[in-house]
């Protein structure tokens, strides 16, 4: 498959659950961002990777644990969660970080649901 | 602290009457501006930045720095652009900031 993808496409888990998020990327970038998308709120970057490296972390809770093991993958790990953290989750990649230029391409989301 | 704010959260109008979305940004220094789309079903993708100065599928948006403004339009819409509209701030990097969007209908 072309652009980028994430699995799984939806995910319902209880609080005390730990489970991840994939996302990867067949673009050959070297930029991926995770996003949340909560109902009635903006789009909210969470974290930033440029090759391999986190450029952000935007005072996420640590129940969010972001892993790039190669600019072609993404991991959201997820612990003991809470229900205000359901929501869309967003990967992006673009081709760098720093260029402006860059589009960012997105994939379909992960619809997450705690319980 | 940067800021995009839609005001409205839906817009609907009819076939061929001309379409404005509006977006408003807060930010101390130099914006790039983006409008980014998701139509039913689809991922979100961007339709156009400010700095391209490009018109797509018929939709334009100029940045007003006065008003600090950069307004989606198209004269004549279409059924087919009945859609989610983001608008979008780059502050540093790659960093959005995105505004809570706009649900465009376009009725028949």
């Known amino acids: 498959e072309t652009g980028v993808t994430q699995t799984p496409r939806h995910l319902v888990m209880g609080m005390t659950n730990k489970k991840s998020l994939k996302c990867e990327q067949h673009?050959?970038?070297?930029?991926m961002y995770w996003y949340k998308q909560s109902a009635k709120k903006p789009l909210e970057l969470m974290f930033v990777?440029?090759?391999?490296?986190?450029?952000e972390n935007n005072s996420v809770p640590s129940r969010f644990s972001p892993e790039c093991p190669n600019s072609s993958h993404l991991f959201l790990h997820l612990h003991t969660l809470q229900p205000e953290d359901s929501a869309l989750y967003l990967c992006?990649?673009?081709?760098?970080?720093?260029?402006?230029?860059?589009?960012?391409?997105f994939g379909p989301g992960t619809r997450l649901t705690v319980l | 602290a940067q800021r995009v704010t839609q005001p409205e959260k839906l817009l609907s109008v009819f076939k061929g009457a001309p379409v404005e979305l509006k977006c408003n940004y807060s930010?101390?220094?130099?914006?790039?501006l983006f409008w980014y789309v998701q139509y039913s079903r689809q991922r979100l993708q961007l339709l156009l930045r400010?700095?391209s100065r490009e018109s797509i599928k018929g939709f334009t948006a100029d940045l007003n720095k006065g008003e600090t403004s950069f307004h989606l339009k198209k004269p004549f819409a279409q059924e087919e652009d009945s859609a989610m509209y983001y608008c979008?701030?780059?502050?540093?990097?790659?960093?959005?900031?995105f505004g809570e969007g706009t649900q465009l209908t376009v009725n028949p």
């Open positions: 992006a990649s673009s081709q760098e970080f720093s260029n402006s230029y860059n589009e960012q391409f």
């Open positions: 673009l050959g970038h070297n930029a």
């Open positions: 990777y440029s090759l391999e490296e986190r450029v």
């Open positions: 930010y101390s220094g130099s914006p790039e």
């Open positions: 400010h700095i």
């Open positions: 979008a701030l780059r502050t540093s990097g790659s960093r959005l900031t």
